[in-house]
């Protein structure tokens, strides 16, 4: 391995090479529409307009953005929430033509001096869920987007041919161009569209372009990602990270587009025209510090990126394997963060945007690839990141090499690992109980462990296989549930509470059950069950930190409005608590990292000249954050029975999950529910296991009536329209719509606490309608 | 191009020092346009009760491995360069220089370091800094990536 300081010329990865005919590629391209646009600058980290693109009219327009907008959208997902509003109708899916995509940045995005700036949230509605769905991203499309002028990106519409959109910010040039020719597989699409669209020939040049595409498995599943590319000077590869939940890759490629390419000229460290850059260098120097002088000894972000919490998580018995029945497993070490170090290639700063020295986002260069169309080339495999880990734990996968090669074909063929791996660990669990066998799943053996099976999936998959096993398996657990329901193959009690879906979303890649607050940081979130709104595990389960409902509930309402605020502003949320100041424990609220929560303070304010205080980021996220769930509901969602989790994720569905956590379960018989000892030894597991369930469905029952309460929503989970006006939400129409459906909870008696409350306990609040 | 197998480093004579800080002028000259000196220079020399020290870049190169852009390189006569029109500001060498060499002033986003142009020397009226030169393997440093380390 070289030993540091190469020049970045001379560095090689050992990659196949491949020779292309651009010049006949780039001839091949038929230019649909072309617009030019004038540059203007940025002022304090907004371009003040969004383009807005629309494939079937062809129409290319700009849309300002107003200082009211800023004021309560903020921008990055709340632009984007907020350009959806205009655009969409309540009963907008996924393919229809109305239906947008829409990516957005944040008027901290391309800021370089603060580690984690270069996030993109892209928005739509899910083919998963028929809700939004909102995705961070790392990459260099956002920064580019923003430095070529524009603070989002919208497309509404359908090409009839596929299509490449050309933003080119260097020229002030937005073209729709057909794309016959080029691959759509990420790897080698973002690598030829790169060299065919950088200025110059040469690498400087080809670090100005970037690329979102999606490959083969998003156009035939509905688990698309949206890939993002950000060039890599030294090892001469495009490389990408994934806009990965809800599939919008679906959507992208529904739309017929096959990559959209933005590209710009020279930019430098305050491309952003921040108010006060000498704040922003003073304070994101002190973070790199922060990270060079404590990383080692805290994450090891920087050596072996996410995936240093495989080892973390199976010592206490959260890393989901097979299925979540068990929280580790023995074959665990072999995937290890070690055994992904040994892969790694060092010595090349690896974040995803730049300045970025968390540098997260590692890579193994060479990989031969074992299956598939790209069988003996040698590639570069992003990842894999502990989510893609923790997949492979689920669907039993125990071998760094197949984790890689998993984690290879996901990224070309554009699908997110996390559903995906979690989808096919279900079908995995019901092909053990013979719910599923040989012959329903069009002769693949999809038993646990098997890497060839699970592969042979996502190629059959690619290839738009027609049987009806993988039309119906490539949708997601909840079509399957519905399909082996059908079927009457299996025990409907046992499908609907083993298949990890809330929402119509898969599970990402924790076990929940023995922490209340985090079955409801899955349960009680937008855009379905994923833990960027909360990650309450360790203060939880660990440290018992949030004893109480009341606990929980400020826990559920402090920690996704936080962590809503970096998507608001196109920041990366690990900065913030994957590393710590030296002395955080010793602050009042370690879990809040006060000093880094005052760093986004200087930060916000040092950008955008404004004046705001830690209190106001919270205020910034609430008005969000409201506004989504209320255009769910808008959506006919986003409400108590929406947010319903399967038992899988709340307590042992089976026997043997019940036996292998024996003692702990019988412990909580006794001391929860003061069972005696003695008829709990008397007791059969199936028994036991009812107990428990009932027990744990009233607890989360209670955790949501708490939740609720806290965050201004009536009992069945609708923002209010007091509560939204506080929040300066006061658009008429969204209010008139909550009421109504207020009203009509009201008539149906939905109005009510969802927990069952005992002579000694007492629900969130006496007076039942505290939300009028 | 050969590889540069040597360097040119500052050495500082502290005993012939006296405090004048002509160098740090000179050095500020040739970055900033300026003679003003401290937080414009890359070199800085620090009162030590009753002698003096010299703060400056080593050439040992680190954070050649941190910039994400290619913008700091090692230049034919050995000395870590970096180039602003490349420089896109992003502090990783400032932030992970481990002894503060690499510097920022607030007149630019672009940090700036020792060049070992020698400017400082000829300035200095005592004759306290020399340029000598050294092997580069025999200081070259790495970025810290290994486990446990």
Redesign the interface.
Known sequence: MS??????EEYETGNTKHKWELKKIKSAHKVIHKSSYKKGKIERGFANRTLYINLTTKEIKEKKVTEEMKKKFTGGRGFGLKLMWDSIDPSTRWNNDENELIITTGPLCGV??YPGSGKSLCLSVSPATNIICDCNVGGFFGPYLKFSGFDALEIQGKAKEDVVIVIDGENGRITIETAPLEETNTHLLSEQLTHIYATEDN??SR?KVSVVSAGKGAENSWWGCLNFSFYD??RKVPRIKQAGRGGLGTVLRDKRIKAIVVKVG?????SNNPAD??KL?EV??????E??DLD?YQC?M???GTAHLVEIMNEYDLLPCENYRFGCFPKASKVFS?EF?KYFT????D?CW??C?MACAKTVDGFTVKTGPYKGQKVTVDGPEYETVGACANMSIWDPEWVLEFNFYCDTYGIDTISTGTAIAFYQEMYEYGILNKERCDGIELCFGNSDAVLEFLHKMANADKSEFIKVASKGIRRVKNWIIKNSWGDKYLIEECGMESKGLEYSEYVTKESLAMQGGYGLTLKGPQHDEAWLIFMDMVNNAIPTFQDKAEALHYFPMWRTWFGLNGLCKLPWNDIEPANNAETDEPAKVPEHVQNYVDYQNAVTGWNIKKEDLILQSERCYNWQRAMNVWMGRGQRKDDWIPYRSMGPVTKLEYLSRKERYDKQLIEKLNIKNKEVEQMDVKEKINKLYEHRQNQYQKLMDAVYYRRGWTPNGIPTPKKMKELGMDNKEMLNILQQKINEDEKAGLNLWGGKYNKREKPPCNDLKYWE | MDKPKTVKILKFHPEKCNGCLDCERACSQIHFKTDEGGDKSAIRIIKDNKSFKMHVCDQRGLCIDMCPVGALSRRKHGTVWLDNDICIGCQACVGFCPIGAMRKSEARIEPFKCISCGACVRACPNDALDLVQVKISDIKDVVYYKQGA
């Open positions: 030993e540091g300081q190469i020049p970045v370089t001096q690498d400087k670090q000077i030294r020279r930019f430098t460290g305050v850059s000498i260098a994101g120097t002190k973070l790199h510090r990270i060079r080692r090891n920087r050596a072996v070690a170090y060092k010595i090349i700063p974040g730049h300045g020295t």
